[in-house]
């Protein structure tokens, strides 16, 4: 149980265009996902927490009108990268957040490769 | 602000060797702990937690972590690690007294096991 699913894995687009990534629960309601980012050899840096009926909470440093984020359900989050620019290719993951026992458990999908050409 | 803190940035090792890897982390409050792993080309997986009880937890395929909560640290450990356990390996901590539940990675250390 507890799987999260990414779509697209993969995706390249030409710069100036917009790309959306899909976040889905498959068998869990998650109030709240995650979204990070990932550098080669680096670890994840979170972009921003996405509420669901509510407005995301973004990072210091993440730039909220150019990353979109949408979540609409208890299982889907999306995220949007507004006139992506080559400085936005990286690894996007994101997280779903279960309540299990003592505490909350972060699950993860398997990501979103974006190349901006 | 909270911070975790992973000392060995590449480890190398050789089959059956014992592996520990260090975490620390900077919060007084109250936190759970993580410990996750990402094998080459896969997305990341929970190896082990801890949010109370009993601060040495058993996780997966042979690994564990002891909570010092004296020392601020959850370092991982395996008695005799394989080829198999090649990753890399993230420590993570959620403070419970935040508002949110997001977690706060460390920058993960890279394990390579040597056949």
């Known amino acids: 149980g507890a799987v999260v699913s990414q779509h697209p894995s993969w995706v390249i687009c030409k710069s100036g265009t917009s790309v959306k990534i899909e976040c889905r629960s498959l068998d869990f309601q998650a109030t709240t996902m995650f979204w990070y980012r990932q550098f080669p050899k680096q670890s994840l840096m979170l972009m921003a927490t996405?509420?669901?009926?509510?407005?995301?909470?973004?990072e210091q440093g993440v730039e909220k009108d150019k990353f979109l984020i949408n979540h609409a359900s208890l299982t889907l989050s999306t995220l949007t990268v507004t006139s992506a620019h080559p400085e936005d290719s990286s690894f996007y993951i994101c997280?779903?957040?279960?309540?299990?026992?003592?505490?909350?458990?972060?699950?993860f999908g398997p990501g979103t490769r974006l190349t901006v050409t | 602000a909270q911070s975790v803190s992973q000392h060995n940035h590449h480890v190398i090792l050789s089959e059956a060797a014992s592996l520990e890897l260090g975490c620390n982390y900077s919060?007084?409050?109250?936190?759970?702990l993580f410990w996750y792993v990402q094998y080459p080309g896969q997305h990341l997986q929970l190896l082990l937690k801890?949010?109370?009880?009993?601060?040495l937890v058993k996780g997966i395929k042979g690994f564990e972590a002891e909570f010092i909560k004296s020392k601020f640290s959850f370092n991982l450990r395996k008695p005799s690690v394989q080829w198999s356990d090649t990753a890399e390996y993230f420590c993570?901590?959620?403070?419970?007294?935040?508002?949110?539940?997001?977690?706060?990675f460390g920058t993960g250390t890279l394990l390579a096991v040597q056949p």
């Open positions: 919060y007084g409050g109250t936190v759970n």
């Open positions: 997280s779903a957040s279960l309540r299990t026992g003592g505490g909350y458990e972060q699950y």
């Open positions: 996405s509420n669901e009926g509510s407005k995301a909470t973004y």
């Open positions: 993570a901590v959620h403070s419970r007294s935040g508002a949110t539940n997001k977690l706060i």
């Open positions: 801890y949010f109370s009880g009993d601060p």
